[in-house]
Structure formats: structure tokens, C-alpha cells
């Protein structure tokens, strides 16, 4: 009998993709299954900007059989309830896009279409009363879920904020444990098999070859497996998502650890605020046709909590995928399969996504092509359901102070989003369509956030009296509100649990 069995992963590039990939593979494979090595070079950065999660990421941690506390520690991180969105909508207002729900769906009702009924009522002017995360993220408290039957106390989604070069070190050390070998050193060459194209080997700068069964690029923007030698393709969205620019730099740590990212729109582009233990992550993300260099690196060093504690620096992106993602017998994860600015933090759930649905559709040596082309259709439609999500934040906008704005505003916008955006101003409805990441409370908080008026709310909401809705938001405010001021500190409960 011919054996088909992947005997030899390859996994090309390190940083975050490369080290979860090496992680997830080793932990599911198991050190007997074939045989993984991952090659890096210290000579080549990472782009490492990505340090803020959603909850998605405390599934991954409990599929590799990760500590919480000890991956807190480790990557001096903390917790994440949401993020906060200033100067969005219009200059001077903000909003909170939290984690879990708002309120309680009551008689097969969304709980939207009640709050909509009292709010176009002048009722209900402020939703963040009825989420325990953007209520809690305001106070600066955390905790995590406990049994307390009906309590929001038992319901409580978070994220993290953690510092990417010290998670690629904590999953190397934990995939070396499982045998991955890791190897020093850049490469310079790629080998296809002339009979099929295939992948053959990788050639280091010393000469050292490589073969491989399997090949997992995670080489960042260059593509080096995928593009530069199979000729994947990219589809671009600078269209829909003209920012292609990012200034990154680190700031001294400020007394309060806010339990949130914020994201500060400015006039073309926004900045990104993300508080870690021992220092506060930023980055200013900007349209290069609006904006130079010089200009978008002076407004984030003056909107900085604390002192530089590095030279800003910049990173160049093109936003879009690769028209296919997994080629003959390389796969793309990370920047090497595609980028969407981090506006919802989405990368690191992608890398995690890609990992998933590749290991639900695991090859042997015959690569079949039905399983390929699956692949690839399910990590496109993934993408483009992120794409459309944060396309909404730029052009749902009442700013008009800027060239940058009015483009957004006025912008074509996929077909998808925009039936999306014609159901919500209707009557306040929003879907989450099959499996896509962000839920209808998600749609719902960016759409009412960023000043989307619904011309009514959902009729079937009228099932309760005006005097019953009023009764039962009365009672669901007044349980999320006691439930944040029962919630310790957030700085406090890190110093408790898993201070660095």
C-alpha cells in the first residue's frame, strides 16, 4: 500500500503566524504524526503590531491547553472588554463596541428592537447601560465569568491585549517542547517539482536545502512561497480601504490599564491605543494619498499618554488576500495569505480561522483539489465578511473636515454592506449571515454607534406594553450596573492573578 501521509511539515517564516502554526500543528498531530520545522531569521522583523484580541483568541489558548494566567504573564498582556471609538461618527462623540450582548432577547424579540422602541422615544439615549462590558470597561473594572446563576456576572466575553514578540517566544517555547525544530537563517530560494509545480524545497542563505511534503508560508507581506514562487495572485481593496500606511510606536505604561482598545479617528486615518503591563502600544493607520509620513507620525507622538519608549517606525500594507490562499501544496496564513487593518483587531483570529478550516480539511500527499478549492472559497468569504464590517466604520460617518472623510462617505461600498445598511436603517434590524465573525450585536453597536438612524424598530417588539418595556429595561440596567460596581479594579485583578 503507497503511503500518503504528510510525514514533513515546513513552515516558512516565523512571528505570530509561524509560531501558532507550529503550536496548533504540534499540539493536534502529535510529535509522532510527521515531522515540523520552522525556519526564521533574527535578521528579519516581524511586523508585531497586532496586540490586541478578540474572544475567539481564549478558545485557541484552551485547544493548545494554555494557562490563562501564566499566557498573561508571559506576554505582559491584559484584558480586553471591548473598544472604544472617538471622533467616528462625527468630531467630539464616541462610542463602545463591546464584547458579549447587550441586555436579554425577550420573547423570541431582539433585546435591539426594544431599547430602538424606548430610544426613538427619547427614552433610552445611552445602550452602553445595558452591556456589562462597556459599563464595566468605563469604570476600568474586570473579572472574569463566575457561577452566579442569572447574573451578567456569569456571562462575561473578554479578549487580550498582549505584546506579539513576547507571544511568538511563548509559543516557541511551547511547540520546541512538542518537537518542532526550529531553524536559524533566511531563504533565498524555492525549488518546484518540474512534473507538477509543486513544491520541492526551500534553500537557505548557506546553502542548506530543505524538502518538505507540506509547506505553511508565514513570510509576511513578501509572499515568498505563495506569490513570489506559485503565483497565487492578490485581490486589492484599496477601493473600499484606501489606508495604507501604519506609524507604529510604544509609549511609557500609564497608571490605569483601561480594559479596552481605543481607536481615535483622525483626518485621515485613526489611532490605536492598546495598554499592556509595561508599556501602551500605538499606532496611527492613514491614507498615504491624504497624508505624509512626517504628518501622520507628528499627530501620534502628540497624542501620546506617556514618553516614546522607541523610534517610531513605519509599515507599508496593501489591503485585500491572495486569490488563493492554498496553492498545490502550500498554504498562506498571516500577512503572507492577506491584510485587513486592525481596526477590529481581526489578524490573529484569521491566522487562527485559516489554521481551523486547513485542519478540518487536513491533506496527504494527493492534495486533492476538490479539498483546495473548499479551502479557498471559505478564507475568501471570511475575509470579505471582515472587509465589509470594517468598511461600515469609515463610511457610516457624519465627518465631512476632510478630502479623506468625504471620499469614505461618498465612497462605492460592496453590495453585501449596503443591504446590510439599507435593513438597519429600516427598521434597526441586524443579521448575522451563516457563519461570519461578527455577530448581530457587533453590527448593531457600529451601526447605532457611528449614528445610523432606523426610520422605526422591529413592530414585533409592540408583543410587551410600553409600560412592561420600560419596567423590564429599568430592571436589566439596574442588574448591569450593580454587576460593574461588584467587579474589582481591572489593574488590580491583573496584580492578583497574573502580574508580569
Known amino acids: 500500500?503507497?503511503?500518503?501521509?504528510?510525514?514533513?511539515?515546513?513552515?516558512?517564516?516565523?512571528?505570530?503566524?509561524?509560531w501558532m502554526a507550529a503550536a496548533t500543528l504540534s499540539r493536534i498531530l502529535g510529535p509522532d504524526y510527521a515531522r515540523i520545522t520552522l525556519i526564521e531569521s533574527d535578521e528579519i522583523g516581524i511586523i508585531g503590531v497586532g496586540e490586541a484580541t478578540i474572544p475567539?483568541?481564549?478558545?485557541?489558548?484552551?485547544?493548545?491547553?494554555?494557562?490563562?494566567?501564566?499566557?498573561?504573564?508571559?506576554?505582559?498582556?491584559?484584558?480586553?472588554?471591548g473598544i472604544q471609538f472617538v471622533d467616528w461618527g462625527r468630531r467630539g462623540h464616541s462610542y463602545f463596541h463591546p464584547f458579549g450582548k447587550y441586555g436579554v432577547d425577550m420573547q423570541g424579540v431582539s433585546f435591539h428592537a426594544y431599547f430602538l422602541r424606548l430610544h426613538q422615544l427619547g427614552e433610552a439615549p445611552d445602550i452602553d447601560q445595558w452591556s456589562?462590558?462597556?459599563?464595566?470597561?468605563?469604570?476600568?473594572?474586570?473579572?472574569?465569568?463566575?457561577?452566579?446563576?442569572?447574573?451578567?456576572?456569569?456571562?462575561?466575553?473578554?479578549?487580550?491585549?498582549?505584546?506579539?514578540?513576547?507571544?511568538?517566544?511563548?509559543l516557541r517555547g511551547y511547540a520546541e517542547a512538542r518537537g518542532v525544530t526550529r531553524r536559524e537563517?533566511?531563504?533565498?530560494?524555492?525549488?518546484l517539482r518540474g512534473e507538477d509545480g509543486f513544491v520541492q524545497s526551500v534553500t537557505m542563505e548557506d546553502g542548506t536545502t530543505i524538502e518538505g511534503d507540506l509547506f505553511v508560508d508565514c513570510s509576511g507581506f513578501r509572499g515568498l512561497i505563495i506569490e513570489?514562487?506559485?503565483?497565487?495572485?492578490?485581490?486589492d481593496w484599496s477601493k473600499y480601504l484606501p489606508c495604507d500606511r501604519a506609524i507604529a510606536v510604544p509609549c511609557e505604561s500609564v497608571p490605569e490599564w483601561t480594559p479596552?482598545?481605543?481607536?481615535?479617528?483622525?483626518?485621515?486615518?485613526?489611532?490605536w491605543r492598546i495598554p499592556l503591563q509595561h508599556r501602551t502600544g500605538n499606532g496611527h493607520v492613514f491614507c498615504s494619498e491624504y497624508m505624509s509620513d512626517d504628518e501622520a507620525t507628528a499627530i501620534l507622538l502628540a497624542n501620546l499618554d506617556g514618553k516614546p519608549v522607541a523610534d517610531p517606525r513605519t509599515v507599508r500594507?496593501?489591503?485585500?488576500?491572495?486569490?488563493k490562499f492554498w496553492v498545490k501544496n502550500c498554504v498562506a496564513l498571516g500577512l503572507a495569505g492577506g491584510f485587513i487593518e486592525p481596526l477590529?483587531?481581526?489578524a490573529i483570529w484569521l491566522i487562527q480561522s485559516g489554521l481551523s478550516r486547513f485542519l478540518t480539511m487536513f491533506p496527504d500527499k494527493q492534495f486533492n483539489q476538490a479539498d483546495i478549492d473548499r479551502y479557498n472559497r471559505i478564507m475568501a468569504t471570511d475575509y470579505e465578511e471582515i472587509r465589509d464590517f470594517i468598511v461600515l466604520h469609515y463610511h457610516a460617518t457624519e465627518r465631512d473636515d476632510s478630502p479623506f472623510w468625504d471620499y469614505c462617505r461618498n465612497m462605492e461600498i460592496p453590495e453585501r454592506l449596503a443591504e446590510k445598511m439599507r435593513v438597519f436603517r429600516s427598521h434597526g434590524r441586524c443579521f448575522r449571515e451563516n457563519e461570519e465573525l461578527f455577530n448581530d450585536t457587533s453590527w448593531f453597536a457600529v451601526m447605532h454607534g457611528q449614528l445610523m438612524t432606523p426610520q422605526g424598530f422591529d413592530p414585533v417588539a409592540e408583543v410587551m406594553t410600553l409600560d412592561e418595556t420600560r419596567a423590564r429595561l429599568a430592571h436589566i440596567r439596574e442588574a448591569i450596573a450593580n454587576s460593574a460596581e461588584y467587579m474589582p479594579n481591572h489593574r488590580d485583578f491583573i496584580q492578583e492573578n497574573c502580574a508580569a
Open 317 to 323: 500594507f496593501r489591503t485585500g488576500h491572495r486569490n
Open 228 to 235: 513570489q514562487a506559485l503565483d497565487a495572485g492578490f485581490t
Open 56 to 81: 475567539q483568541m481564549a478558545t485557541f489558548n484552551r485547544m493548545l491547553g494554555i494557562d490563562e494566567n501564566e499566557f498573561v504573564r508571559a506576554t505582559k498582556g491584559s484584558f480586553k472588554l
Open 185 to 191: 537563517g533566511k531563504v533565498v530560494d524555492v525549488t
Open 344 to 346: 477590529e483587531s481581526t
Open 260 to 271: 479596552y482598545t481605543r481607536s481615535t479617528a483622525h483626518k485621515a486615518g485613526w489611532q
Open 1 to 18: 500500500m503507497t503511503d500518503n501521509r504528510i510525514r514533513n511539515i515546513v513552515i516558512v517564516g516565523g512571528g505570530t503566524a509561524g
Open 132 to 170: 456589562l462590558q462597556a459599563k464595566a470597561g468605563q469604570m476600568d473594572k474586570f473579572m472574569r465569568p463566575v457561577d452566579a446563576g442569572r447574573s451578567p456576572l456569569s456571562d462575561i466575553a473578554y479578549a487580550f491585549h498582549f505584546d506579539a514578540g513576547l507571544y511568538a517566544r511563548f
